[in-house]
């Protein structure tokens, strides 16, 4: 009855039962990044602070995130992922938001290339206002 069991546990594990393998392979990473006018390139000296926080899915390829931020020196005009572009460096958009009013939340699924980039921190959340055209708070994403 013990080699039953053993072998009946054997077959379970190496079989694996339906959906744990992909279950097994999913993996949830949560990414964030402080958004401050002292990371935008050229810094600034904005009053005005903020946070973006993203998680992505890795069996679906999906990334959601939500994005706060207070004290602007006026309204934002435009708002959304930049890269591939390491701190210091500006790069391109990305990934623009539907709004740029805070709280900014969205989702989407990425591209391979996308997902790369990403995980490397090489993309960051900026905000641009008028007085701030180039970016008046940027935060690099970095895997938590």
């Known amino acids: 009855m013990k080699s039953m069991t053993y072998a009946i546990s054997t077959i379970l594990i190496l079989v694996?039962?339906?959906?744990?393998?992909s279950a097994a392979r999913a993996e949830t990473i949560t990414l964030k990044a402080a958004l401050k006018g002292s990371n935008e390139v050229p810094p600034n000296n904005s009053p005005a602070s903020g946070e973006a926080t993203a998680t992505f899915n890795t069996e679906t390829k999906t990334l959601?995130?939500?994005i706060t931020y207070k004290d602007l020196t006026g309204p934002?005009?435009?708002a959304h992922f930049h890269g591939p572009g390491e701190?210091?460096?500006n790069a391109g958009i990305v990934l623009p938001f539907k709004t740029a009013q805070s709280p900014i939340e969205g989702t989407a699924v990425l591209s391979e290339t996308q997902v790369a980039d990403l995980i490397a921190g090489k993309?960051?959340?900026n905000i641009h206002t008028s007085a701030n055209p180039g970016g008046e708070l940027r935060g690099q994403m970095v895997k938590q």
Do not use: E, F, I, N
């Not at 694996?16 to 393998?21: A, D, I, Q, R, W």
């Open 76 to 78: 934002a005009v435009a």
């Open 16 to 21: 694996g039962v339906p959906g744990s393998l």
């Open 123 to 125: 993309w960051y959340a």
């Open 87 to 89: 701190s210091g460096k």
């Open 64 to 66: 959601a995130w939500t």
